[in-house]
């Protein structure tokens, strides 16, 4: 079935470690997007990639690292530079601007930082 | 600059009760979109509906039903009948795009949590 997969599911660090969320879609979606969801809180964009090798930032990307040397894989890596890294995150994609559509997303990872 | 309001955080009803979700926005584009989005317990966001701001036709879709009013700036959401599956946090979003693009804004409400009991 197409979708996007996250992993892992739970993920728990200490604090001043990097750590890496994997997002992989199967959907042929040349967009791809990472959020991040505090409790309460509606999402904020962290970044985003329209096409393989491309990325942008969001409007909270410090902190945070991306990359996109393959359609499918948008890894985003919580840096130790992040102050406040326990959230969740949210990975999405969709088809290439200019087209009437929605994005998909995938089930989130929950982030403890301890 | 482009806002979302979504007033209620919490709603709790009995199932087969009838609950309308709030939802009030500012921007000052002339052309926008606005979206709700369902995230159930799993975490993943279901897309529902987006509708532009050209179409003030309400619209319905089983038991989910939208109420577009630019006049109060509001796109409510109504749930009748509601039952236990219909128990998530939504979310109403607005962009000026109808597509999803990072270049285009995309703002969020912060979400009314729905609990229907049995």
């Known amino acids: 079935d197409g979708g996007i997969t996250q992993s892992p599911k739970y993920l728990f660090r200490k604090e001043g470690q990097n750590v890496t969320l994997s997002c992989e879609q199967n959907?042929?979606?040349?967009?791809m997007y990472w959020y991040r969801q505090d409790p309460g809180q509606g999402l904020r964009l962290i970044y985003y990639s329209q096409i393989v090798n491309d990325f942008q930032k969001g409007d909270i990307a410090e902190g945070y690292s991306v990359s996109r040397e393959k359609k499918e894989s948008f890894p985003l890596t919580v840096t130790s530079a992040q102050k406040n890294p326990t959230a969740f995150y949210l990975c999405?994609?969709?088809?290439?601007?200019?087209?009437?559509?929605?994005?998909?997303f995938g089930q989130g990872t929950r982030l403890t930082v301890v | 600059a482009q806002k979302v309001t979504q007033a209620q955080t919490e709603i709790s009803v009995v199932e087969k009760e009838d609950v309308t979700l709030d939802c009030v926005y500012e921007t000052r584009d002339t052309t926008y979109y606005l979206f709700w989005y369902k995230q159930p317990p799993s975490g993943e966001l279901v897309f529902l509906i987006r509708?532009?701001?050209?179409?003030?036709q309400n619209e319905i879709s089983g038991r989910y039903s939208w109420n577009f009013q630019k006049s109060t700036s509001s796109f409510n959401f109504t749930i009748t009948a509601s039952q236990v599956v219909d128990s998530a946090v939504y979310f109403c979003a607005l962009s000026d795009s109808p597509h999803w693009g990072g270049s285009e804004k995309l703002v969020f409400g912060k979400g009314t949590k729905l609990t229907v009991n049995p």
């Open positions: 999405a994609s969709s088809i290439e601007e200019g087209r009437n559509t929605e994005a998909f």
């Open positions: 959907l042929n979606h040349d967009a």
């Open positions: 509708r532009n701001s050209f179409d003030e």
